[in-house]
């Protein structure tokens, strides 16, 4: 087993998570120095944000509520710090939980413990690049929700 290629695959995992999640977060108005609130025209069926594109980013439904949870965890964690300290705890809390999430899906595939016996996340074929799951989609006996 070579440990020095894990080593390196996890924190470069680490890294490009949570610079993946800092951009989304930045699309919803929550960067390292505040959390903007959403410009006029939103209601409260849809919330728009200044991202210096011609157009703003717009969110709705389910996506207010996590914009909500996600700036309130922040808010929640500079009571006790500062805020760019609460805002990196956060992005870095969401991002190892995905990595764990992701590395444990992985274990139980190759260790064939997933329920549907379809790789999520790679093939058994070699040369395949996309997962069964995309190939094999319809032959998954899995309950399909919105999120």
Do not use: C
Not at 19 to 42: M, V
Not at 114 to 131: D, F, H, M, Q
């Amino acid at each position: 087993m070579n440990k020095t290629a894990i080593k390196n695959f996890a924190i470069w995992a680490r890294n490009k998570l949570i610079a993946e999640i800092q951009y989304k977060a930045g699309l919803l108005g929550i960067i390292d120095k505040e959390i903007k609130n959403p410009l006029p025209q939103s209601t409260h069926a849809v919330q728009f944000f200044d991202i210096g594109t011609k157009e703003p980013y717009s969110i709705t439904g389910v996506e207010i509520l996590q914009r909500r949870k996600l700036a309130e965890e922040i808010r929640h964690k500079a009571d006790s710090s500062d805020y760019p300290t609460a805002y990196k705890s956060v992005i870095e809390e969401v991002a190892y939980t995905w990595f764990n999430r992701l590395i444990a899906v992985r274990f139980m595939e190759v260790n064939d413990y997933l329920p549907t016996r379809i790789r999520v996340l790679s093939s058994e074929s070699a040369g395949k690049t996309e997962p069964e799951l995309v190939t094999h989609a319809q032959d998954a006996d899995l309950n399909y929700t919105p999120y």
